[in-house]
């Protein structure tokens, strides 16, 4: 029978506004669902794979579809649910130790060690913020998953690195089982996420191959495979790279980046990324989005390489903040075009190019 469960937050949390927060929403086996505001996940688990849906409310009518066009205030819909607890339900029986990963999975992916006098210093150092309550990036469950959904979203459109992350849970990852997918059917209308994020042991035990002409990885099909091997463990022993070491905060932001950079397939953009899904903020991840956007909304001039060198200096005076606010102003531009971020469904949201944003 499902399990069901509640989750204490910061006092400015909110999961429509949080969990929209970055493009990683959308990859699966992430799944929003604006009609209801629900956020769903395959978690894999020692016991195995399965699905929560995580909500911020009771009430029935929560359609976020179609709250408003894009403005500095929250909706009363969203500001009325800002600190509630989250409503987290399997669709499998869990046991005091699924709980407990459960717990701590959805805790790393939405951020919710980061306290709220953290959101405060930075709104008081760029206020334009304030208001929405922005600060907060959602990121994956586990370190391993942020590094392969950066490694699939270099050199590539959006939409292609959609394709990539949906191919490699259904290929590699693993499936809920029958009979849960069977039990919570009826609570089901709509193609939420059956299968897992593969782990670093099953994508170790996938050819080259498969990932190429399956999961449509092109060329970092063999990288992928290295770097998962890195992180898998070795029968009993433990894997090569210590995911803990990575995450620790007394590791020096110069030690870190150097470390990454040794990763098979990262490079300085790609190293920069994860940096700020580790919660370092102060380095911008620099590529063609970042061009548009100096040019666009900056309003700068001169070559690529120029725009990119006066991009880095204009955020550097926001220090360990940079990268907030840069990525929430990109956030802006493109919710001003295409509405809000919560508004955003799976069809709608998988055709976004740059070329559709000018």
């Not at 990121?139 to 998953?145: A, G, N, Q, V």
């Not at 994020?197 to 060329?219: H, I, N, S």
């Not at 102003?329 to 919560?342: A, H, N």
Request: aromatic letters at 8%.
């Amino acid at each position: 029978m499902p399990t069901r469960l509640t989750i204490s937050v910061p006092s400015d949390y909110v999961l429509a506004r949080d969990v929209c927060s970055y493009g990683y929403f959308l990859l699966a086996p992430n799944f929003w669902v604006p009609e209801t505001g629900t956020f769903w996940r395959v978690l894999t688990l020692d016991s195995g794979p399965v699905r929560v849906g995580i909500t911020q409310h009771a009430a029935k009518d929560w359609d976020l579809s179609s709250t408003q066009r894009h403005t500095k205030k929250l909706p009363k819909k969203l500001k009325d649910a800002t600190g509630k607890s989250l409503r987290v339900t399997a669709n499998r029986e869990l046991s005091k130790d699924d709980t407990a990963q459960t717990k701590a999975q959805i805790k790393r992916m939405l951020r919710l060690d980061e306290p709220a006098v953290t959101l405060q210093q930075y709104h008081k150092l760029d206020t334009r913020f304030r208001q929405c309550g922005r600060g907060r990036l959602m990121r994956s469950p586990t370190l391993f998953e942020d590094i392969i959904k950066t490694v699939t979203s270099c050199n590539v459109q959006w939409p292609s690195t959609i394709t990539m992350n949906a191919r490699l849970c259904d290929v590699v990852g693993k499936r809920i089982e029958p009979s849960a997918r069977a039990r919570d059917a009826a609570h089901v209308n709509m193609p939420v996420p059956e299968h897992a994020f593969p782990t670093p042991e099953q994508l170790a035990r996938t050819r080259v191959t498969t990932l190429r002409a399956r999961c449509r990885t092109g060329y970092r099909d063999a990288r992928i495979i290295e770097l998962a091997k890195l992180f898998a463990m070795r029968g009993k022993r433990p894997p090569t790279l210590d995911a803990a070491w990575f995450e620790d905060p007394k590791i020096s932001d110069d030690d870190l980046r150097a470390a990454l950079i040794d990763l098979p397939g990262i490079g300085p953009y790609a190293a920069n990324n994860i940096m700020q899904l580790l919660g370092r903020y102060h380095l911008l991840p620099l590529d063609t989005e970042t061009v548009r956007h100096g040019k666009g909304y900056l309003e700068l001039q001169g070559t690529d390489a120029q725009i990119m060198k006066k991009v880095k200096a204009y955020y550097e005076r926001l220090g360990e903040h940079a990268f907030r606010s840069y990525w929430f102003e990109l956030m802006d531009d493109y919710q001003t075009r295409k509405g809000p971020s919560w508004t955003w469904s799976h069809r709608v949201a998988g055709s976004f190019t740059a070329s559709k944003l000018d």
